[in-house]
């Protein structure tokens, strides 16, 4: 039994006093005597600072919810997953003459979706060998990649070789522009996550493959197996897909079309890139040749006249959304049009422009000269230009 030290004339305690603030009694028993102890911190305080830490993790796991949730409206309103289907370009539309004789082309080449997984397994690989080893492991952003290239480029004084992922320029190539700002890379790489999240991995490669550009004005691997090979995706051997592969690197320099022997160099990179991975036995590799591409070119179109130009965005109208390529008739006739050209050629009007129309009582355009030479100048002086009702 002790005397309580804050009153003595209080009946003594049976148990030893419980502290309370930061001051708190100590008995010596050898003394009998109490003083106030500060040298170390009382009981009830550790549990308060617990506490207190415990709120803050708390606050910090509801302020990372609320930025999830914000960013998960924002992913979803600026990068919804259909936009990934579609095309990065408008598919071409053809314009034929009142006989059907194609007169002009506009837009690009843009192949029929591809499912991956239905592809054979050396050209997915292929494209994983030179763009993204690790696509089936990662979430969307490869650090290892990062560091390789960015140690890779330290080495060589420059900019060598990129960490994308098949994920990264897929959110690239269907949701961004090309500005390289840090900006857009950590949109892109949110983008990436949020890909993943939704998306297994056959459906980002197989969007990856239906939309990746291959040069020569051709999208999709369809579209590109069938320009540059004339066969189907899934009949390519192991040379055309690395030929393929290697043209995403930088398509309208190395397209086999222009440039066979950078085509064939790049082949030999993915080739060798396969045989690293793992995907091809050193045998396997060796037996690969270098391929060629079609000999016999597709009539080239004129690329751009008079007529093409104001006809094309009603023909687009009437067409309605295109997603393949798509042919549209005009009223245009093709001997009509060339006498018009001949008797523009011919007129001698020195530095003078000229502008003619002609039509036939129904109101059918059938031969339209909108100046001397579309090369020198597009501007088409026949429905563009503005004159009085006297000259007209």
Known sequence: MRPDPFNPDR?????PYEPVGPHYPLYDAETQSWSFGTDEAPEDARPRRRI????????GM????????????WLAVTAPLSRSLQPPTPPSITLTADDGTPIARRGAIIGAPVDAAKLPAHVREAFMAIEDRRFYSHWGVDPRGILRAAWHNLGSGGVREGGSTITQQLAKN?????????GRKIREAMIAFWLEAWLTKDEILSRYLSNVYFGDNVYGITAASKHYFGRTPDKLNIGQAAMLAGLVKAPSRLAPTTN???????????????????????????AVQPQRVLASRPETLPSGTYFADWVLPEARDQAGEIKTEATVQTTLNPRLQR??????RSAGLNQAQVALVAMRPDGRVVAMVGGKDYSKSPFNRATQARRQPGSA
């Open 52 to 59: 207190r830490w415990g709120r803050w993790i708390m606050r």
């Open 11 to 15: 009946v003594p305690l049976d148990r």
């Open 174 to 182: 269907a949701f961004l522009d090309s500005d390289r700002t840090a």
């Open 339 to 344: 006498i018009a050209e001949r008797t523009v």
């Open 62 to 73: 509801g302020a990372g919810i609320i930025l999830l949730v914000i960013a998960i409206i």
């Open 260 to 286: 066979l022997k950078g085509a064939r160099a790049r082949q030999a990179v993915v080739v060798a890139a396969m045989e690293d991975a793992g995907f091809l036995t050193k045998a396997e590799a060796d």
